[in-house]
């Protein structure tokens, strides 16, 4: 029950279009660990569709099979090219939280950074470079990394649908416009 869990998990989906190629996802791994990831795949239509649910199952079922984020990871992309003659990627962010320590391992693949807030602080960009995208080239290397997260923390994570989001009049809405916006409205 929620209330034997010390964090929260909010989220919020709203595609643009009928079929979409964003995705998030969260689920426990084991008793100490939590998974979540967020992606966005390459292409419309359902061959992208079809591309994300694959690779959302291998992220979920792989997760539970593997210790180091690094290692998952390389199998997840691996299994991501076989058979993509579309050429479809994703991005994503994964990230393994040991609910007993605040330990937070993970792994971006192209994906948007995260704001990272600490208690009775502002959200702030997480300085992290990515790793290669999934599902283009077998063989990469992945990277792994690892910060803390103290009671009252809090991370925000998001695909370019925000970011990039255009209402003709001001342009895209921008990471700064969306750092500000968060921390305007983190209470409300």
Known sequence: SSKDRPFEI?????????????????FDIDDEHIGFVIGDVSGKGIPATLFMVK???????????????????????????????ENLFVTSWFGKLNIKTGKLSFVNSGHEKPLIK???????YLDTNPNYVLGLKGGRTYEDQEL?????????????????ANNNY??????????????KYENE
């Open 55 to 85: 690779t959302m199952y291998l992220i979920r079922n792989h997760s539970k099979s593997h210790d180091k984020l690094k290692e998952f990871y390389e199998n997840v992309n691996d299994l991501s090219c076989q058979r993509n003659e």
């Open 118 to 124: 600490e208690k009775n602080k502002n959200f702030e």
């Open 148 to 164: 803390s997260l103290s009671p009252g923390d809090s991370i925000c994570l998001y695909t370019d649908g925000i970011t990039k």
């Open 10 to 26: 909010s989220a919020f989906m709203n595609p643009a279009k009928e079929v979409g190629g964003d995705f998030y996802d969260y």
């Open 170 to 183: 001001d342009g895209f809405f921008g990471s700064d416009r969306l750092k500000e916006t968060i921390n």
